[in-house]
């Protein structure tokens, strides 16, 4: 896996590069996409990967109330990008299955090891990452595979008005505990192996991760600040 990994890497430019030569090597056909906003990921996916049967996407296309995230915007701006959505994939038609709702809504309507792929990108909160992923391990063939974006080093991701991004560290935890291998890959992205048993955090990107603590990352931001005000005392 690691040398598959290395050599999508290095002919990759982006995300999209990333999984679409991910899904065209491993020949997958069932996927699901948890956060589907405007479409682009679906489309670039669709677009690229004629091995895939079935595309899942899952997302609310509506204000939540108890989400505190930048993309939280009104109801009649989540139609229109539901709508763009719809238009973009319309190509693939025959493929989408479109669930609307939050995962944990919709997660009885599929059936449990059906999906060969996930990729998270919906709530990236503490509470949003855990519940996508808890929710859609059990859908995840026993050889399949779960991916994800905002895999950031900083839980800080947003502005400290926002709630912290916590797909990383949580996603190595999720999967030290059901004990297979997980990926940190460039772009800020993530992969669970299911079927490769016996945790192991495998960084690939030459130490971007080397600390998981939370601690770590709370002394940094407490340290940062100290020298924010010691450099405002200064300038006066």
């Not at 998270?120 to 991916?147: E, F, P, Q």
């Not at 998981?212 to 006066?236: A, D, G, P």
Request: aromatic share 14%; hydrophobic share 35%.
């Amino acid at each position: 896996m690691i040398k598959c990994l290395k050599k999508i890497i290095r002919n990759s430019n982006d995300r999209y590069d990333l999984w679409i030569s991910f899904l065209q090597e491993k020949e997958l056909k069932n996927v699901v996409e948890v956060g589907v906003f405007k479409g682009d990921f679906a489309e670039k996916i669709l677009l690229s990967c004629q091995d895939i049967k079935k595309y899942l996407m899952i997302d609310p296309w509506r204000h939540l109330d108890d989400w505190n995230k930048p993309a939280n915007v009104l109801d009649d701006t989540f139609q229109s990008f539901y709508e763009e959505t719809m238009h973009k994939t319309n190509f693939a038609v025959e493929k989408r299955e479109v669930f609307r709702g939050r995962t944990q809504d919709v997660q009885d309507d599929i059936e449990n090891n059906s999906l060969d792929f996930a990729y998270i990108d919906g709530d990236h909160t503490l509470r949003g990452i855990s519940v996508d992923l808890i929710a859609i391990w059990g859908k995840i063939k026993s050889n399949g595979y779960i991916a994800g974006d905002d895999f950031c080093p900083s839980i800080w991701q947003h502005d400290k008005s926002y709630e912290p991004s916590l797909v990383f560290p949580f996603a190595v935890y999720f999967a030290e505990s059901n004990n297979v291998k997980i990926y940190g890959l460039p772009y800020n992205q993530f992969l669970i192996d299911k079927g490769a048993k016996g945790y192991e955090f495998i960084d690939l990107t030459n130490g971007k991760y080397n600390e998981l603590s939370l601690l770590h990352q709370l002394k940094n931001e407490s340290s940062n600040k100290k020298k924010s005000f010691v450099s405002k005392i200064l300038r006066k």
